[in-house]
Every structure is written in structure tokens, then in C-alpha cells.
């Protein structure tokens, strides 16, 4: 347990950041599987994909994953829906 006061608030903060954090890429965890399951079910994988893409743009924005990481699951999702259709 730290006893400097700057460090105390920086612990709550961390603490703060990783939940929400960890929320935001369980979302994305689940947009990829909805677009994968709109994939096996033949409908609807366009719009779930587009959500996906919105999700991972914002997670971008926020500083939660870098440009690059959200370009290439981006990339791999829309893979995906094209070889689908």
C-alpha cells in the first residue's frame, strides 16, 4: 500500500482506467463474435460488421487499443463478411 499521497490518487485512477478499459474491449470481444455468428447464420453481417468497426474506431479514439491494431482486426473482420457474400 503506497503512503504518498500522489501515488494513492494515481492508483485510484489506474484502477478507474482498467475497468473501464476492460469494458470496452469485452465489447469488442463481442461485436467480432456477432459479426462472426451473423457470418455462419447468412444474414446481417454487414450491419454487425458495421457496428464492429464503429466499436473499434471509438476504442481507438479513446486511447483503449492502437490505430494499428484496430486497422488490422478491421481488416480481418471484413475478410470475413467479403468471402461470406
Same mark, same amino acid.
Given at each position: 500500500?503506497?503512503?504518498?499521497?500522489?501515488?494513492?490518487? *494515481?492508483?485510484? !485512477?489506474? @484502477? %478507474?482506467?482498467? !475497468?473501464?478499459?476492460?469494458?470496452? %474491449? %469485452? =465489447?469488442?470481444?463481442? *461485436?467480432?463474435? #456477432?459479426? @462472426?455468428?451473423?457470418? =455462419?447464420?447468412? =444474414?446481417?453481417? @454487414? =450491419? &454487425?460488421? *458495421?457496428?464492429? !468497426?464503429?466499436?473499434?474506431? /471509438? &476504442?481507438?479514439?479513446?486511447?483503449? /487499443?492502437?490505430? #494499428?491494431? &484496430?486497422? *488490422?482486426?478491421?481488416?480481418?473482420?471484413?475478410?470475413?463478411?467479403?468471402?461470406?457474400?
Amino acid at each position: 500500500m503506497a503512503n504518498i499521497k500522489s501515488q494513492i490518487k *494515481r492508483n485510484r !485512477q489506474n @484502477e %478507474t482506467r482498467r !475497468q473501464r478499459n476492460r469494458a470496452v %474491449t %469485452t =465489447e469488442l470481444k463481442t *461485436r467480432s463474435k #456477432n459479426v @462472426e455468428t451473423a457470418i =455462419e447464420a447468412g =444474414e446481417g453481417s @454487414e =450491419e &454487425a460488421y *458495421r457496428l464492429a !468497426q464503429k466499436r473499434l474506431d /471509438m &476504442a481507438v479514439s479513446n486511447g483503449v /487499443m492502437h490505430k #494499428n491494431t &484496430a486497422a *488490422r482486426r478491421k481488416a480481418r473482420l471484413a475478410r470475413k463478411v467479403n468471402e461470406a457474400n
